[in-house]
């Protein structure tokens, strides 16, 4: 079993900047990938980065690229997403979460999440 405990959310401005973590812990997942995702009020939860532990590879929505960067630590079992360029309609909760076999754009592909942090962006 794997756990997943994000931080890194809060209150901030527009263009102001914040970096998201998320902490594994539980079963080496050494082969998984793992995304971040946000869901704002009302709405579905859709993806925002996800990036493969081995090798690094990443990949973005097409609403956060040039502004999020998705890395991880792989000594610290830790992934992070540095937000850049905040607005207004960044404002959701954002999920972390790690797939045992595959990484992509879809919350299917997904088998741990964590309970969310709260990103709230004023204009």
């Known amino acids: 079993q794997v756990q997943l405990v994000e931080s890194g959310g809060g209150l901030v401005q527009a263009g102001d900047s914040l970096r998201l973590s998320c902490a594994a812990s539980?079963?080496?997942?050494?082969?998984?990938?793992m995304g971040w995702f946000r869901q704002a009020p009302g709405k579905e939860r859709e993806f925002v980065a996800a990036i493969r532990w081995s090798g690094g590879s990443t990949f973005y929505a097409d609403s956060v690229k040039g502004r999020f960067t998705i890395s991880r630590d792989i000594a610290k079992n830790t992934m992070y997403l540095q937000m850049n360029s905040l607005k207004p309609e960044d404002t959701a909760v954002y999920y972390c979460a790690a797939g045992r076999t595959s990484w992509g754009t879809l919350k299917s592909m997904y088998d741990y999440w964590g309970q969310g942090t709260q990103v709230t962006v004023s204009s």
């Open positions: 539980g079963r080496t997942f050494s082969s998984y990938g």
